[in-house]
C-alpha cells in the first residue's frame, strides 16, 4: 500500500460521508488519504466548526496502514501548527471501541457523555486533544 495525501474533493467528501455521515457546513475542509496502488481512497479527515481557538474533527479510516503513513500526524499538523488552533474536539458514537480506545494514545481525554444523543442507548462521548498533550504517531507506533 503507497498512501498519498490530498485536499477533499467532491468524491472523497461522497466517499466520507458514506462512511461518517457528518453535513457539509460553510467552514468544512478536509483531507483524503489515497492509495496509489488502487487509486482509492482509504481515509479521511473533515474539519468544521472552526472557532478562534479550537475546531471539530471527524475521521474515517479503512486501514491501520493510513496512521503509519502519517496522516493523523498530517491533520494534527495542519490544525495546531498552520491553522493555529489549540483544541480539537472530537464526538464519537459510545459504540465505537475502535475510535475510542485509539484517540487516547494519540492524546484525547474524555471531557463529557451526553446520554443518548446518538440514538437510544448510543451515548456521544466528547473528546479533546490539547496541542500540548499530542502524541505523534511514529510510523512503527501506529
Given at each position: 500500500m503507497n498512501i498519498v495525501f490530498q485536499?477533499?474533493?467532491k468524491e472523497g467528501w461522497d466517499w466520507f460521508n458514506a462512511k461518517?455521515?457528518?453535513l457539509c457546513?460553510?467552514?468544512?475542509?478536509?483531507?483524503?488519504a489515497r492509495d496509489t496502488s488502487t487509486d482509492e481512497i482509504?481515509?479521511?479527515c473533515v474539519l468544521d466548526n472552526w472557532t478562534d481557538t479550537s475546531v471539530m474533527v471527524h475521521f474515517a479510516v479503512a486501514s491501520p496502514m493510513v496512521l503509519?503513513?502519517?496522516f493523523f500526524d498530517l491533520c494534527a499538523d495542519f490544525v495546531f501548527n498552520d491553522r493555529k488552533r489549540r483544541i480539537v474536539y472530537a464526538s464519537v458514537p459510545d459504540s465505537y471501541e475502535s475510535a475510542l480506545g485509539f484517540l487516547p494514545k494519540v492524546g484525547f481525554t474524555e471531557v463529557?457523555?451526553?446520554?443518548?444523543a446518538f440514538k437510544e442507548g448510543i451515548?456521544?462521548?466528547i473528546m479533546e486533544l490539547r496541542k500540548e498533550n499530542l502524541v505523534h504517531?511514529?510510523?512503527e507506533a501506529a
Open positions: 485536499r477533499m474533493t461518517v455521515p457528518v457546513v460553510e467552514d468544512s475542509c478536509g483531507m483524503v482509504v481515509g479521511g503509519r503513513a502519517g463529557a457523555r451526553l446520554k443518548d451515548d456521544c462521548v504517531i511514529s510510523k
